[in-house]
């Protein structure tokens, strides 16, 4: 399954506005994301991709064992694209990002994209009402802990309490 999804305008404006950038400098408006089933496929892509690239990899965010503050859980790799003859010359060293994340990362990332809409807030980049924002950060943890991370250990039974609370 495969899909396309344009990064929306006002999304490419507030980034630029937040990070003083200008849009050459930004590695995320050109990209691709890849959603396997679990997170040892996860693990093996990211792999394979680095060591049949041919592109010069950038930079390197592992977020599956390092969430975000928000709870988001994902890998990016940026590459600068490397061409394979004069006609792509135009393109050398432009930056593209490739997200790699398991299926119930995807999911917990799509609820909060989601919500955000719904609720008409932010949640994506931590803005927004705080019990949202606790709730997913809890959520991940938890799936955190389904995937197997060591991470997600501590806390397990507190966590569970909370998040029947936010719940309620």
């Not at 937040?18 to 995320?28: A, T, V, W």
């Not at 609820?111 to 949202?132: C, H, P, Q, S």
């Not at 709730?135 to 991940?140: A, C, I, K, P, Y």
Request: hydrophobic letters at 35%.
């Amino acid at each position: 399954l495969t899909a396309a999804r344009l990064k929306q305008m006002q999304s490419i404006r507030k980034k630029l506005n937040r990070i003083g950038s200008n849009l050459r400098q930004l590695q995320d408006l050109g990209g691709c994301r890849a959603v396997v089933p679990n997170i040892q496929d996860a693990r093996s892509l990211i792999e394979a991709i680095k060591q049949k690239s041919t592109h010069e990899l950038k930079r390197e965010d592992s977020y599956m064992d390092a969430p975000r503050d928000s709870g988001y859980r994902s890998q990016h790799l940026v590459y600068a694209f490397e061409p394979r003859d004069v006609s792509e010359s135009g393109y050398q060293g432009r930056l593209i990002e490739i997200q790699i994340r398991s299926r119930i990362q995807h999911s917990w990332s799509t609820a909060v994209e989601a919500i955000g809409m719904f609720r008409r807030e932010a949640l994506k980049v931590g803005e927004g009402n705080e019990d949202w924002l606790r709730l997913f950060r809890l959520m991940s943890e938890e799936f955190a802990l389904v995937e197997g991370c060591d991470f997600a250990q501590d806390g397990q039974e507190s966590r569970a309490q909370e998040i029947i609370e936010l719940a309620n």
